[in-house]
């Protein structure tokens, strides 16, 4: 369990490099990390689908916060349309 969460981790935090090392982001590049978010909240479904090892709930825990994550970077990209556009 702890090397499939380290492992969605590390995809996540590599998805926000090259955003930081461009100098900005711009919305489009907030629609790629949520699909990376998204993504990975399939993996964790697919893990709890499979997975036979009580881990006390933490694999649902890390979805719900993945889910909150893809929520928040949606409202983020709203304004940012908003604000693009006017």
């Known amino acids: 369990m702890k090397k499939i969460l380290f492992v969605l981790l590390g995809t996540l935090l590599l998805s926000f490099s090259p955003v930081h090392a461009e100098g900005g982001a711009d919305w489009n590049d907030l629609v790629k990390m949520r699909e990376h978010i998204d993504e990975s909240i ?45």
């Open 42 to 86: 399939h993996e964790i479904d697919h893990f709890m689908a499979i997975n036979k090892i009580d881990v006390h709930g933490h694999d649902l825990k890390a979805k719900e916060e993945l889910i909150q994550a893809s929520n928040h970077l949606h409202e983020v990209i709203e304004i940012m349309q908003h604000a693009q556009n006017h």
